[in-house]
């Protein structure tokens, strides 16, 4: 059986810049995802984007074989 996950908007506050709340990374999931994003092993039937989310399908597997990973 495979599980599905959502993700929503997607706001990264990272490094000194953090302690003062500058975004240094913002992901809204609308119609399509922002530059910069590549999948590890992408598998398009097993994700979309729907409803400002980020919806993937969970495939087993471990860090040499795994499927619809995101790198950003």
């Not at 984007?49 to 495939?59: N, Q």
């Given at each position: 059986m495979f599980r599905l996950v959502s993700v929503g908007l997607m706001t990264i506050l990272l490094g000194a810049g953090a302690a003062h709340g500058e975004v240094v990374f913002?992901?809204?999931?609308?119609?399509?995802?922002?530059?910069?994003?590549?999948?590890?092993r992408e598998e398009s039937e097993d994700w979309r984007?729907?409803?400002?989310?980020?919806?993937?399908?969970?495939?087993p597997g471990d860090a040499h074989s795994v499927q619809n990973a995101l790198k950003l």
């Open positions: 913002h992901e809204p999931f609308q119609d399509d995802m922002d530059d910069g994003w590549t999948w590890l984007l729907r409803d400002g989310a980020l919806e993937i399908r969970i495939r």
